[in-house]
């Protein structure tokens, strides 16, 4: 307040004046979300292998102990593990390493339900590469092995699941892009062995591949994809949807149609259209509010600029939520890992509220998080992060925030060349950043 001003007030005046000031600092301060990080170590940051959307999972928990993996500077597998209440992470070099050169060959991992650890990686259209952990809790992993032997010959994009049962669900594309199908394989803890659930859930028909994203909820599994018609990118189109009630065995519609399996062009719902050169992203994310309504987030460009949209599921009726965050104009086009303005986005909803989580160079690539109420659908946003994440891409413990409802989010200062090269850069550590509790509005 001016000093001039407060020579002019009485004794009474200024204690008021100095008392809506501090309450308004207060009011500030509580509206700042609060985070809190724990490092783990230093990680590969040449390219974006450690922190690419599709990993699923890169951070998970089970039992009050959260795990997480990543390359190392020299390419190697680490694992690490910690207490959630804890500081300190227990890390573990692996025998095992990836061809860290390509951002497509990365990590994922998942708790199965006795507590073993499963994990794959490094795959873009090699052999699958698989192994478990050797003891319930433990991080030192057994041998390299087959899951069935059955279409493993060409992996890419691997991802686990955790399904309500206790099982693992374990999804790949099979084949290159542009010409791939999608295989799912399913985990039995009691036998410990995998079984195919489906060697060809959809079918490219050798003309074109789904690029898929999923998630599990109460009512069962939860599934959208984009088609694309080649290699590049720009050949992205159409938001298409299908969910299953009983562990991935059979499919529907929203309309509760049973599809003929595989699913193609011809007879996927179209969930939302957008024809081709949209500037639309793929392997995105979707999930479910407490009704089972499915909201899948992307991006695309109808209006010169590419904006992040969320298309959900009310009533029967698809809808959408746009937004207006990013200014500048883009346009996605080519093949390998892009370097792109914008990250691709993940999504939480609870109760009437709706999240994004990405990153944009227009607020200096820190993690941002945009919220809105779905009553409103008036956005706000505000930067979780006070530092650069460069090309990072969002991943979080999806196990945490679907029991407690509180969101990590595994962090990293990475590179990104365009088209799959590599920039020189010094190692950079690896971190979780907590937010400690998230806005309502």
């Known amino acids: 307040m001016d000093i001039n001003l407060l020579r002019h007030l009485n004794k009474n005046q200024v204690f008021a004046s100095l008392f809506l000031m501090m309450a308004f600092s207060s009011y500030t301060a509580k509206a700042q979300l609060k985070t809190s ?3 783990i170590g230093l990680g590969w940051s040449n390219n974006s292998v450690n922190t690419v959307i599709f990993r699923n999972s890169a951070l998970t928990t089970f039992k009050g102990v959260q ?4 390359y190392d500077p020299e390419g190697r597998v680490v694992l690490a593990k910690r207490k959630l209440t804890a500081q300190k992470w227990d890390t573990l070099i692996t025998p095992y390493s990836g061809n860290v050169k390509d951002a497509h060959n990365d990590i994922s991992i998942a708790i199965d339900s006795d507590g073993y650890l499963h994990m794959s990686w490094d795959h873009h259209d090699t052999r699958l590469r698989y192994a478990r952990s050797k ?5 030192a992993l057994g041998e390299e092995k087959a899951m069935t032997g059955t279409d493993e010959a060409k992996v890419t994009y691997p991802e686990f699941h955790n ?3 206790g099982k693992l669900l374990f999804c790949y594309r099979s084949g290159a892009s542009g010409r791939g199908n999608m295989i799912m394989k ?3 803890v009691k036998t410990q062995q995998w079984t195919s659930l ?5 079918d490219g028909e050798n003309q074109r591949s789904a690029y898929w994203q999923m998630c599990v909820g109460k009512k069962g599994i939860y599934m959208s994809w984009v088609w694309r018609e080649s290699w590049d990118v720009s050949t992205n189109h159409d938001i298409c949807y299908a969910f299953s009630a009983d562990g991935g065995k059979t499919w529907q519609k929203s309309t509760g149609e049973k599809y003929v399996l595989p699913i193609t062009k011809a007879t996927a719902e179209q ?8 500037s639309l992203i793929n392997q995105t994310a979707m999930t479910v509010d407490d009704q089972g309504n499915p909201y899948i987030t992307t991006y695309w460009d109808n209006t010169g600029i590419p904006q992040y949209k969320v298309v959900y599921l009310s009533r029967g009726k698809w809808n959408l939520i746009p937004t207006n965050f990013h200014t500048k104009s883009f346009t996605l086009g080519g093949g390998g890992t892009k370097r792109i303005p914008i990250s691709r986005p993940e999504i939480l909803v609870h109760k009437s509220m709706l999240y994004l989580l990405f990153r944009d160079e227009e607020r200096d690539n820190k993690i941002t998080l945009g919220y809105t109420n779905l009553q409103n659908k008036q956005w706000k946003v505000e930067d979780l992060s006070q530092f650069s994440v460069g090309q990072w891409e969002p991943n979080f413990d999806k196990e945490l925030w679907n029991d407690k409802k509180q969101l990590h989010i ?8 365009d088209g799959e090269g590599l920039v020189k850069a010094n190692p950079e550590p690896v971190k979780i950043l907590e937010v400690k509790k998230l806005p309502v509005l």
């Open 163 to 165: 399904l309500p049962d």
């Open 186 to 188: 399913l985990y039995d």
């Open 410 to 417: 595994f962090s990293q200062n990475v590179n990104q060349a």
């Open 198 to 202: 489906q060697n060809n859930l959809i």
């Open 37 to 39: 990080e724990s490092e």
């Open 135 to 139: 003891m319930p809790y433990s991080l």
């Open 67 to 70: 795990y997480t993996a990543y």
């Open 271 to 278: 969930a939302w259209a957008v024809p081709q050169n949209s």
